[in-house]
């Protein structure tokens, strides 16, 4: 990765800037910088040709014909969080790859850019077929989506329901492309609820009847096919994203002992309204797939998805009892999380992925990045490094995942008992 070097001019007291500027992964980086001189934040985009071109797009201000001599020098790199402060390259922290070498190791760096440049190459190649395909599954148009999983997958032998082939073929397909980002978590909470989830549909189980019937109805219904799609489109979303919230994943990184530094790090480009929008949307849609999840243990341990009563007491803390699964859905988010306590794995992996405080900070409209300190103010508390929000941030993939494999084993019961 090289790095180009623009002079530039302030747009508020005209101090000339010399721009150092990382090339990173995508044909298009957006970043910002803040005048040294009188703290104001410029935005801009160096747009990279894939070779050794680049051009520069700026808010306001402008490029300078030459560099010289005493320029103050700006190190940024919109891919990886830095110190802000650091004065030179000569600095270990100057250099924003040289400071995460230290921090996480080289070796484990590489790894991360070789899987991120995988990972874009795979939304250049597949993402927007992925989308289509995505599309006729919604929809039901095997005809079409037959036509473009054949590309992907070999045949199947004929004694495998096409309902099970299409839908396994389909969420494998999903996953496998999103495994360059999903594999980093060494815990893999994704894997994790997903074979505790599927693990409930043993056919042993002394309500498997009841619990098909459960299936049946709800794929049946359109609160179903919405969260699904709305799922599919919120992944949508995090493919588009993806140059905002890796960095995050590069912070998850960072060792236990020396995760303070999150709060130090600075990151030069600015996503925070889309990465806020898309974070509500799948906080919201995931608590929304927990009616699938709850509905099931109960179904699969008490013969009907409405046991709640039953069970309450093994339920830990203050928590409402809903007096069946419909009156479980308008629960509010929080109380509807309680009731995984009757899923341990999903459990704990829960609030690490869909953090309940941040969440809320975002439903403020009063919170805000600011860009000169690179903190989100919120309505009440200290205000939160930015880094720290894209950390979290980024976690969303995996909770998505998961749920989305919950509708998948809906569908497949439905189908096929
Ligand atoms: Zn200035």
Redo the contacts with the bound molecule.
């Keep these: 990765m090289g790095v180009v070097r623009y002079p530039v001019e302030?747009?508020?007291?005209?101090?000339e800037?010399l721009l150092r500027l990382a090339v990173g992964l995508d044909e298009r980086q957006p970043f910002f910088y803040i005048?040294?001189?009188?703290?104001?934040a410029t935005r801009g985009a160096l747009l990279w040709d894939g070779g050794v071109g680049t051009s520069l797009e700026l808010a306001d201000g402008r490029v300078l014909d030459s560099e010289h001599n005493g320029m103050i020098a700006l190190h940024i790199n919109p891919d990886i969080p830095a110190i802000a402060d650091a004065k030179s390259m000569m600095q270990p922290e100057g250099s924003a790859t040289i400071f995460f070498s230290c921090l996480i190791g080289a070796e484990r760096l590489d790894h991360f850019f070789t899987r991120s440049r995988d990972f874009r190459s795979l939304v250049k190649s597949d993402w927007l077929k992925l989308q289509r395909l995505t599309t006729y599954y919604l929809n039901r148009d095997w005809l079409h989506f037959d036509r473009i999983i054949a590309e992907y997958t070999p045949e199947q032998p004929s004694s495998v329901p096409e309902a099970l082939r299409r839908e396994d073929q389909f969420h494998r397909l999903l996953s496998l492309f999103f495994a360059p980002i999903w594999t980093f978590d060494e815990r893999k909470p994704f894997v994790v609820m997903k074979a505790s989830f599927n693990g409930i549909w043993n056919p042993n189980c002394q309500h498997s009847a009841e619990v098909s019937e459960f299936a049946k109805s709800e794929v049946a219904s359109e609160y179903f096919t919405a969260v699904q799609r709305d799922l599919f489109e919120h992944l949508n979303r995090y493919v588009q994203l993806v140059g905002g919230l890796l960095p995050g994943l590069l912070c998850d990184m960072i060792p236990q002992e020396k995760q303070d530094e999150v709060d130090r790090l600075r990151l030069f480009r600015d996503d925070y309204e889309q990465i806020r929008d898309l974070y509500v949307q799948v906080f919201e849609s995931c608590h929304k797939a927990l009616r699938w999840v709850v509905g099931t243990v109960l179904c699969a341990n008490h013969g009907t998805p409405d046991a709640f009563a039953k069970v309450s007491a093994s339920i830990p803390g203050k928590h409402r009892t809903p007096s069946s699964i419909d009156r479980y859905t308008e629960l509010p988010s929080a109380e509807k999380r309680k009731w995984l306590a009757l899923i341990p794995e999903w459990n704990d992996a829960w609030d690490p992925l869909l953090d309940r405080s941040l969440r809320n900070d975002f439903g403020h409209a009063s919170a805000r990045h600011d860009l000169p300190t690179g903190l989100i103010q919120r309505h009440e508390g200290k205000p939160l490094a930015y880094t720290r929000m894209v950390q979290l941030a980024q976690r969303i993939l995996q909770p998505l995942l998961a749920c989305t494999n919950v509708m998948k084993i809906l569908r497949i019961a439905a189908a096929i008992t």
């Design positions: 302030c747009p508020g007291c005209e101090g800037i005048c040294p001189t009188c703290k104001a």
